[in-house]
DNA sequence: CGTTACCTGAAA
DNA sequence: TTTCAGGTAACG
């Protein structure tokens, strides 16, 4: 469910109120072990138990928290997870697979109702990523760089932009919105674009990126971030869910069509 | 390269 | 009852 601006949100969320705190304990709930990807869930524990954590960073859709030891707690949410802060007086929340309880008494509950997300403790970060391209908010997603990626390929420009290995962080709505952000066909194939074409899509990624982290996040449906709160950014989106209805630069109906086994909705007109 | 599987629930 | 969901690894 979390893209780049979700997990970003959640992310600054927790550093204020995580980092240089100690994990005194450690739970593992029903439906939890399956996060662990093989780690015995008294492993896990045994291993995370008295860790303090000096700081909590992101790549692409992942979250990393460095621990003390030098190793790194990496999480990924894939669809439905949640990294909560809370007080263990707090209502509880639904589907909580793990909670670490920290040093100043309050707690961060994972909770994932669809059981996608992971929870790994490695000694390099590296070992938990998959392949990882290019971070769209750095000075590294240049128009030479999506170039040279693009070059000779036949997949449909929102498969490319919904690779990891290409641009890290981007998912499905913020693919689509790129896309018409840039007046591009999400059909077109991304071999086809032209430089002028591409130097659009980085320009209109960067944008839709960083309106989703202003406005703190997507909830459409079950994104909450570390407090719990629902982003507001939804309000801002111009095409994503929005089948059928006007699209706000020419009024035509936007239409949605499956790419790479996902919606994906696009104004024809505009996008033509 | 596209499709399927992983899981659970909400919406059509 | 069937389809769909913000992700991605594994498969053919």
């Given amino acids: 469910m979390p893209e780049l601006p979700e997990v970003e949100t959640i992310v600054r969320g927790l550093r204020p109120r995580v980092v240089g705190r100690t994990v005194t304990h450690v739970r593992v709930l029903p439906g939890g072990e399956r996060a662990l990807g093989g780690c015995p869930p008294d492993a896990f524990m045994r291993a995370l138990t008295g860790r303090r954590v000096e700081g909590i960073d992101r790549r692409g859709k992942y ?3 460095a621990l003390d030891d030098g190793r790194t707690l990496v999480a990924h949410l894939r669809m439905t997870g ?41 000694a ?7 392949a990882l391209g290019v ?42 919105e790129a896309l018409f952000e840039a007046r591009l ?39 909450r971030d570390a407090q719990g709160e629902a982003g507001a950014n939804q309000a801002h989106v111009r095409v994503f869910r ?15 069509t499956k790419l790479a086994g ?9 996008q033509g």
């Fill in 242 to 256: 929005r089948t059928g209805q006007p699209c706000d630069t020419c009024g035509a109906p936007i239409a949605r």
């Fill in 124 to 130: 390099d970060a590296a070992e938990a990523l998959g």
């Fill in 63 to 65: 979250l990393l928290f």
């Fill in 185 to 223: 066909d999400p059909r077109r194939p991304a071999g086809s674009l032209t430089r002028d074409e591409l130097a659009r899509l980085r320009d209109a990624v960067v944008s839709v990126l960083e309106s989703g982290v202003r406005h703190r996040g997507v909830s459409f449906r079950n994104y």
């Fill in 135 to 176: 971070e769209p908010l750095s000075a590294d997603f240049t128009v030479e760089w999506l170039t040279e990626r693009a070059r000779g390929r036949t997949a449909p420009a929102k498969s490319f932009l919904l690779n990891q290995a290409v641009v890290a962080g981007v998912g499905n709505i913020y693919a689509d």
């Fill in 82 to 122: 949640a990294l909560l802060h809370r007080r263990p007086d707090d209502l509880p929340d639904a589907y909580t697979r793990a909670v670490l309880s920290l040093g100043d008494g309050a707690e961060l509950r994972f909770a994932d109702m669809r059981k996608f997300g992971t929870l790994q403790l490695v």
């Fill in 262 to 270: 996902r919606s994906t909705h696009f104004c024809p007109q505009c």
